[in-house]
């Protein structure tokens, strides 16, 4: 996994398209969701048995609908900085953090995607005022 997101980060140029891929055609929640960079493509999943998360490399096959949210029209043409897995108390890697910049622009936008009840759940993470 760490690989993947390292290749997205260094090699992976802007992000071009996002696709969420939900547990049921016509509904929410969300199962999985694809990135797809200038080079390359990663998605995102939630693994049922466990409630983790996995980042695989490719197009994640299914029913999907592509998305231009808010959330992540706003990281349409940001390149992806930085990246982390997160781990709960139990030792289960159930997360990940996205960091997306723009060199032109010095504001990031943040997206945790965190595993939980066969889905993803996504979340626009924002700095406090001081």
Known sequence: MLELLRNACYDGGNLRRVREIPLDPNHLPIMA???????????????????????????????SRQTISSLWASCI???LQWTWLMTNQQGYTDGARLEFTD?????????????????????LARPTEA
Do not use: H, M, R, W
Request: glycine share 8%; net charge negative.
């Open 103 to 123: 060199p032109d622009n010095q504001q990031s936008v943040i997206i945790e995607l965190v595993a939980g009840a066969s889905s993803l759940c996504i979340y």
């Open 77 to 79: 043409g940001k390149s």
């Open 33 to 63: 969701v694809e990135l797809q960079f200038d080079t390359l493509t990663i998605a995102f999943s939630a693994i049922a048995d466990d409630d983790t998360i996995a980042v695989t490399s490719g197009s994640y096959s299914g029913p």
